[in-house]
């Protein structure tokens, strides 16, 4: 029994490498993603490990007319579970003022899981990996700063070069001839 309860309690306190990308259009957008990460980090159960330049972006998809984007990536180390850190980050969303409104529409903080360790989850309420990760530019950039050799579980590729592939695709050209 005593060897039972001390295996759980560390398996508890393990802590699992995340990849996460941030970005606003919103507001003081420098200032909320420095001072979200700065709030990860400040929690009992996040470790925060290493945050990528930040990189201005135009808007994708969305309402037309929309404020350019801050987008960066993060790494963190966290003894949370999947569940448990979508609510702690939609909590740190929510303090930074997110309303949300329409998808894909202007927001001063949007926090998404990446990648979870090598795991792979599909729930209702969220998919790891994030399903778009890998068609945009947005993310791919910074998350190639600081986890280039990081091998995304299902297609078995490194972000690098998965960023190689991306650049390397041309742009579908629409023709009407
Ligand atoms: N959800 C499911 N999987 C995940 C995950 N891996 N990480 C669920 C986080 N959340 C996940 O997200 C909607 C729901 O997705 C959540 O309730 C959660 O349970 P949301 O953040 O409320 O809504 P959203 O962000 O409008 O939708 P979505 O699909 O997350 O959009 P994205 O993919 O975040 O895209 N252009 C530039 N340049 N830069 C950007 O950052 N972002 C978007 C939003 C569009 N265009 C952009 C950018
Ligand atoms: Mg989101």
Do not use: C
């Given at each position: 029994m005593f060897k039972r309860v001390s295996r759980l309690k560390r398996k508890r306190s393990m802590m699992f490498p995340v990849l996460l990308s941030f970005g606003s259009n919103l507001g003081e957008r420098h200032k909320t993603l420095d001072s979200a990460w700065y709030a990860l980090g400040q929690t009992d159960t996040i470790q925060a490990v290493r945050l990528s330049s930040l990189y201005e972006t135009e808007p994708v998809g969305g309402p037309t007319g929309q404020p350019k984007y801050l987008?960066?990536?993060?790494?963190?180390?966290?003894?949370?579970?999947?569940?448990?850190?979508?609510?702690?980050?939609?909590?740190?969303?929510?303090?930074?003022?997110?309303?949300?409104?329409?998808?894909?529409?202007?927001?001063?903080?949007?926090?998404?899981?990446?990648?979870?360790?090598?795991?792979?989850?599909?729930?209702?309420?969220?998919?790891?990996?994030?399903?778009?990760?890998?068609?945009?530019?947005?993310?791919?950039?910074?998350?190639?700063?600081i986890a280039g050799d990081w091998v995304h579980p299902l297609s078995r590729k490194t972000i690098a070069e998965h960023r190689q592939q991306f650049l390397a695709t041309p742009l579908d050209s629409y023709s009407t001839k």
């Open positions: 987008n960066a990536a993060g790494i963190i180390h966290t003894t949370l579970s999947p569940e448990e850190l979508l609510v702690v980050l939609q909590k740190i969303e929510a303090d930074f003022g997110r309303v949300r409104t329409e998808r894909w529409g202007a927001r001063t903080l949007d926090i998404d899981i990446l990648l979870y360790a090598d795991r792979i989850v599909e729930l209702p309420m969220l998919t790891i990996p994030h399903p778009e990760m890998l068609h945009r530019q947005f993310v791919l950039e910074p998350a190639h700063e």
